[in-house]
């Protein structure tokens, strides 16, 4: 597996319940494994031991708010160990259908200040290079919910998602890392904006710590899918020459 992306590259796909997260993070893991790059397609609440302690309340009725934010807090903490860091570490993408925008969302729907709730998970799990918010009306997502023969459970109350959706805008809104995609279109369009703004992440993330020659970056775009810079590049130090010799050996396979 090729792994392109120094310190890897994390993704999370957010958005209220019906807006099609685990469709688009599977797009995405799809078009990284067509190409050989190294990827990890995880999701949240996870299936350890405080992550099914969440999925079960969830149709055995809803914890106290406290309770809720000690288990995601404790399944979040094990994910980030377990998983998250060591495949970032690897250098691969990391693919994440829900991380903790969903719990800002969705506890400070209960009343909880949210900023607080991304004030405590940025201590200990890392930030995302890109958050895809798919924006969808909640009685949309609710219709998506029933046409797929399931019953909206006790975190899908229209009034507490009308709330949540409402602070997914506000943390897109006022964040630099997030791009918020219209859900309630075709999903060939949904998921085409999902890949452009991947690959825009991507590349950003590879020119700025990577801090690559321009050589190099343009042979990363198009191995992306991208458009290559127009110019002439000067010659590199050896150790770059070698190093793009040896991207170009890589990219042939």
């Given amino acids: 597996m090729k792994r392109p992306i120094p310190q890897g590259l994390l993704v999370a796909v957010e958005g209220i319940d019906g807006a099609g997260k685990s469709s688009i993070a599977t797009v995405i893991a799809q078009w990284c494994g067509e190409r050989g790059l190294g990827c990890t397609i995880s999701k949240e609440p996870t299936g350890l031991k405080w992550g099914n302690e969440l999925r079960q309340s969830a149709h055995a009725g809803r914890l106290s708010v406290e309770q809720e934010l000690e288990l995601f807090e404790s399944d979040r903490k094990d994910h980030v160990e377990r ?35 991304i ?5 200990f799990a890392p930030r995302p290079d890109l958050v895809l918010l798919l924006d969808l009306d909640v009685d949309a997502g609710l219709e998506r919910i029933r046409s ?8 899908e109350a229209k009034n507490a998602l009308r709330r949540a959706r409402q602070i997914f805008q506000q ?25 452009i703004a991947f690959q825009k992440a991507a590349m950003t993330k590879i020119a700025t710590v990577g801090r690559l020659h321009p050589e190099m970056i343009n042979l990363v775009l198009t191995f992306f899918g991208g458009e290559p810079l127009e110019g002439q590049f000067p010659e590199g130090t050896p150790e770059m020459n070698a190093l793009l010799a040896d991207a170009k050996r890589a990219c042939r396979y």
């Fill in 83 to 117: 998983s998250i860091k060591p495949s970032l570490r690897e250098g691969n993408i990391v693919i994440l259908d829900r991380y903790y925008w969903s719990n800002a969302a969705y506890q400070g729907s209960r009343g909880v200040d949210y900023h607080k709730i």
């Fill in 119 to 123: 004030e405590s998970n940025e201590k």
């Fill in 148 to 155: 797929r023969g399931d019953q909206p459970n006790s975190f």
């Fill in 171 to 195: 943390l897109a809104e006022s964040s630099t890392n997030a791009v918020i995609i219209d859900s309630g279109r075709h999903f060939k369009d949904t998921s085409n904006d999902a890949l």
